[in-house]
């Protein structure tokens, strides 16, 4: 089976390209969706964290999950809890990544793609066959994300210090998908890619 890894800077539209992966019938594991799993009612992170950060959790029974924006303000005001709450997390997500694997695999499936937003800033890139980078021009990429609601120019350059360079992204991808063409050239970019990577192109 063939390991995608899907990556790309915030605001290059790499959630539209992961639907359009899945839409292709080639299955996606989102890693962001697998903390909000973990973090969530009864998720397997619930009772770690809240043993070392009992205020950032809510809720009672399986209704007891982690309050993310809680989260975040504890890792900003005390950022020494960070590397704490990541050897909590980075287990569990792999873990959830690697069920996803399996499962794909058992279903006999060709390709699957693995959704990962800070894919090249945590090494990660090595597990994949083939690595996508979704990206647009920097100005395209900026009107995108201060169009988001509560966005300010702070946070942006906050969010974009912690990424790897999209120019840098663009020259280690092995597969670069430009949104900046609008939906359709997007979705025929993508089709091209899996259509290369099955050898049918």
């Known amino acids: 089976m063939i390991l995608i890894g899907l990556t790309g800077s915030i605001g290059m539209g790499k959630s539209t390209t992961s639907a359009m992966f899945s839409e292709a019938g080639v299955p996606v594991w989102d890693a ?13 992170a ?17 209704a007891r999950a982690v309050d993310r924006a809680a989260l ?9 809890v960070i590397p704490a709450l990541e050897k909590i997390a980075h287990p569990l997500v792999g873990e959830d990544r690697e069920a996803f694997i399996a499962d794909a695999k058992a279903r006999g499936c060709d390709m699957a793609v693995c959704d990962v937003p800070l894919l090249y800033e945590t090494g990660g890139e090595t597990r994949y066959d083939a690595v996508v980078v979704v990206s647009a021009p920097a100005e395209v990429q900026r009107e995108r994300v201060m169009a988001r609601p509560g966005m300010t120019e702070g946070t942006f350059r906050t969010i974009l210090a912690k990424q790897t360079p999209d120019a840098e992204k663009r020259a280690r991808a092995d ?10 050239a997007a979705r025929a970019q993508v089709q091209a890619i899996i259509a290369e990577l099955r050898g049918t192109a």
């Not at 962001?32 to 397997?44: E, I, K, Q, T």
């Open 175 to 184: 597969h670069v998908v430009d949104t900046s063409q609008g939906i359709e």
């Open 32 to 44: 962001d969706a697998a903390v909000a799993r973990l973090y969530g009612p009864g998720g397997a």
């Open 72 to 80: 975040r303000a504890a890792a900003t005001s005390d950022p020494s």
């Open 46 to 62: 619930v009772e770690k964290i809240a043993a070392l950060l009992p205020d950032c959790v809510t809720g009672e029974g399986v």
